[in-house]
């Protein structure tokens, strides 16, 4: 596609349910980047992806959250038994190669009731 | 994980005035990329700044990276409506391929 896209756009489940996040990066970028964005804040690294491994997943909070890339492109961000304090934009990046630029999809907003 | 400041964190100015957004730390970064992100929108990357003392223009945006590569502003000349929004720096974490982001300055350009 022409830019990075990220399904769904705005999702409310319930506390201690499972979500996941999909983001469809741009063709041919190699690094996907997962990103979390609360009110008033800069965006959070969580994970980054170089094909389909999982380079740094330092910012990962704890083991509730979990992300892979199977095939090198699609990635899916997934959320066990969510947590109010999980509620916050999630966002992915791709890029050509790592620390090339990086361009963002419009985010997924996650509200945990 | 590296410190990185950005100021104002507000600011709310007339159409017509300049103004000067800053981003700083005690790191030397390779590289620093500047975003804007509109509300609901995801960060637009404006520029990426390389060499120490670079200064790139981007019509009424000017950047400037430190000789020191440790700081950046971004000048904006003349500010619109349009100019509105939050201003986020993020160079690479040194020694990783993350990007660390500053908390932003939130612009507000009144008409």
């Known amino acids: 596609g022409a830019g990075v896209s990220q399904t769904p756009s705005n999702k409310v489940t319930e506390k201690g349910k499972y979500v996941e996040l999909r983001c469809d990066p741009i063709?041919?970028?190699?690094?996907l980047y997962w990103y979390r964005q609360s009110l008033g804040q800069g965006p959070e690294f969580l994970i980054y992806?170089?094909?389909?491994?999982?380079?740094?997943d330092s910012g990962l909070p704890n083991d509730r959250f979990f992300a892979v890339r199977p095939e090198g492109s699609v990635s899916t961000l997934k959320i066990q038994r969510t947590e109010r304090g999980d509620s916050a934009v999630y966002l992915c990046a791709s890029s050509y190669q790592p620390q090339s630029e990086a361009f963002f999809g419009q985010g997924t907003r996650l509200t945990v009731v | 994980t590296q410190l990185l400041e950005q100021s104002p964190q507000f600011l709310s100015i007339q159409e017509g005035e300049n103004l000067t957004v800053y981003c700083n730390s005690s790191s030397v970064f390779s590289s620093l990329q500047w975003y804007r992100q509109e509300p609901g929108e995801g960060p637009v990357l404006l520029v990426t700044?390389?060499?120490?003392?670079e200064v790139k223009k981007l019509k009424r945006l000017t950047f400037q990276f430190g000789d020191a590569r440790k700081d950046s502003s971004l000048h904006i000349t003349a500010a619109q409506p349009g100019d509105t929004g939050l201003y986020l720096c993020?160079?690479?974490?040194?020694?990783?391929?993350?990007?660390?982001f500053g908390t932003g300055t939130r612009l507000k350009v009144l008409a």
């Open positions: 700044v390389v060499t120490g003392g």
């Open positions: 993020a160079p690479p974490q040194p020694g990783t391929y993350k990007y660390i």
């Open positions: 063709s041919g970028h190699t690094a």
């Open positions: 992806f170089q094909g389909t491994g999982a380079a740094d």
